[in-house]
Structures are given as structure tokens and as C-alpha cells.
């Protein structure tokens, strides 16, 4: 699989260092932010090189955390207080977009 350009990872990454705490984006949020529409690369540079920032604050469209992380990146939203929706057996979460979306500058895209 070819590897992202150097400046889409810069790019990537500098959005995902601004996050502040307790708000989230979406791969497709953080790749609309960065002018593409690649949000599959977004979770590839998120992959690779997702460690070098707070990579719990980027979440699938649906609000759930990065697969096979839930319960580190879990750990992060309840220290940092990002807003949460549970199942009703309490056994399944994923932070709740409409109260925990950031986007650089207050606007989207």
C-alpha cells in the first residue's frame, strides 16, 4: 500500500495536536479541515503515525472510537470529560458528535 505524501501526514497530524481536550473530530471531519476527502488516508497517517498526538480524539463517523482501542481511548474520555452515548445495557459507547465536534477556526470544512 502506498504511503501517504510527507506533507498530508504534517498536515494530518498538526490538525489532530489542535484538538483540545474533551472534543473529538471524525476522519472525515480532520480531512475536510486539511482541504481533502480522503478520510481512509486520514485513518492510515492515524495508523501509522497516530501516536505522536492524541489519536483517541479522532473517531469514526458513527462517534465510535478507533477500532480495537476502545477501552484505552475510553480511558482518555472519561479524564478529559468528552461527552459519551451508552447503550442501554451500558456495555457499548461512542462520544456523542453533536456535543464533542471540534473544528479548527469554529467552522467546519
Not at 15 to 44: F, K, L, N, W
Not at 84 to 106: C, E, H, I, K, N
Amino acid at each position: 500500500m502506498p504511503q501517504p505524501a510527507e506533507d498530508f501526514v504534517g498536515a494530518v497530524l498538526d490538525v489532530v495536536a489542535q484538538i483540545p481536550e474533551g472534543r473529538t473530530m471524525s476522519y472525515g471531519d480532520v480531512a475536510a479541515a486539511i482541504g481533502s476527502r480522503a478520510a481512509r488516508g486520514v485513518g492510515q497517517v492515524m495508523a501509522y503515525y497516530g501516536d505522536e498526538v492524541p489519536w483517541w480524539r479522532v473517531v469514526r463517523a458513527s462517534g465510535h472510537p478507533p477500532q480495537c482501542h476502545e477501552g484505552r481511548a475510553l480511558e482518555h474520555y472519561r479524564a478529559e470529560g468528552t461527552p459519551l452515548l451508552w447503550s442501554r445495557d451500558r456495555t457499548v459507547f461512542r462520544v456523542d458528535l453533536a456535543a464533542a465536534r471540534w473544528w479548527p477556526d469554529g467552522e467546519p470544512g
